[in-house]
């Protein structure tokens, strides 16, 4: 017994001592989408700040594939030290489980930092769509059917597609990209009628006149444009919302961890950036680790129960 409460004493310092020095070289964030969508906005104004308070470089990394996968198995696979980060979305941890054949768990794999933001979900449509409310989508769908097309960049906007062919019983079709950048430049120039996608995304092309939003998925309206109606006041149930959070590998000494969480808590309270994120349709919305990975396990079981009766398949 002695010897085992020694080894764990010596653990113990060991890891405070490397948390105490910690960083003492540049950090890797990554992005597990390409560059240009919700989470990479969100991932690049972090990492500006992180490098900032913590006196090193934190590089970001794009690294696309597997719905996300492809990234976050990048950083589960390096050294549990906190040099390697992830910024990633619900998406990648609580619904690819369910579609994904994965060689890692996104849930006991992964310890949050902090959630970052809160992400409000929107249906954008090109000028050229003849219909600027959820009311004239369903009846374009309902007179044609199969005829309309939305576009999404991950698992989780492709469900919110599924939600609203079930909720309003029509047959849309859906084209799939590998990233919110891709498929935001070919909405933009018409290759797409529709998209799903995040208001960080969309917003300075909305206020630019370039794209229109029929609907925001959230039960509540969006704090950066309170005059688009929620999908829910025309189709009862009709609800989704969006995170991006800060991960590193499980096993990351708790020293590392709280620190990382103590900063970016620090961040999210800076005027600078809550004005930031405020204008690109986001809400800040820190947590404690703990607090995030009880909202991981609640969402997984909620959305997992909603992908397996809709028959969504992965892509």
């Known amino acids: 017994m002695t010897r085992i409460l020694l080894a764990f004493l010596m653990a113990l310092i060991a890891a405070t001592a490397q948390a105490q020095g910690y960083p003492s070289k540049p950090i ?22 992180l490098s900032e308070g913590l006196g090193q470089p934190v590089v970001v990394d794009n690294r696309a594939g597997g719905s996300g996968s492809v990234g976050t198995e990048a950083m589960v696979r390096a050294p549990a030290d906190g ?54 989508l369903v009846a374009a769908a309902k007179a044609q059917p199969g005829k309309l097309n939305i576009g999404s960049g991950s698992n989780a906007y492709e469900l919110v597609h599924e939600l609203l062919k079930s909720t309003a019983e029509v047959d849309i079709q859906h ?16 290759q797409i009628e529709m998209l799903i996608v995040g208001l960080p995304s969309a917003t300075q092309h909305v206020k630019a006149g370039k794209l229109k939003v029929i609907a925001v998925t959230p039960t509540q309206r969006a704090s950066a444009m309170p005059d688009v109606p929620t999908f829910s006041e025309t189709l009862p149930g009709m609800e989704f919302s969006n995170w991006t959070t800060l991960f590193v590998r499980a096993g990351t000494p708790a020293p590392i961890v709280d620190k990382l ?12 950036v809550r004005e930031r994120i405020a204008g690109l349709g986001a809400e800040a919305a820190p947590t404690s680790s703990q607090e995030m990975s009880a909202i991981m396990r609640k969402d997984a079981q909620r959305w997992g129960v909603i992908i397996k009766k809709s028959g969504m398949k992965s892509n």
Request: charged share 20%.
């Open 261 to 272: 969480t103590s900063e970016v808590l620090r961040i999210l309270q800076q005027p600078d």
């Open 175 to 190: 084209v799939r990209y590998r990233g919110g950048g891709p498929a935001m430049s070919d909405l933009l120039s018409g």
């Open 28 to 49: 890797r964030l990554i992005v597990p989408w390409p560059a240009g969508g919700d989470t990479d906005i969100i991932g690049r104004l972090i990492a500006q700040k």
């Open 83 to 136: 040099y390697t980060m992830l910024v990633s979305s619900m998406g990648t941890h609580t619904i690819n489980q369910f579609l994904v054949k994965h060689s890692f768990d996104p849930v006991e794999d992964v310890t949050p930092i902090s959630r970052l933001v809160t992400i409000p979900s929107a249906l954008v449509a090109h000028p050229k769509v003849p219909f600027s409310d959820v009311k004239g």
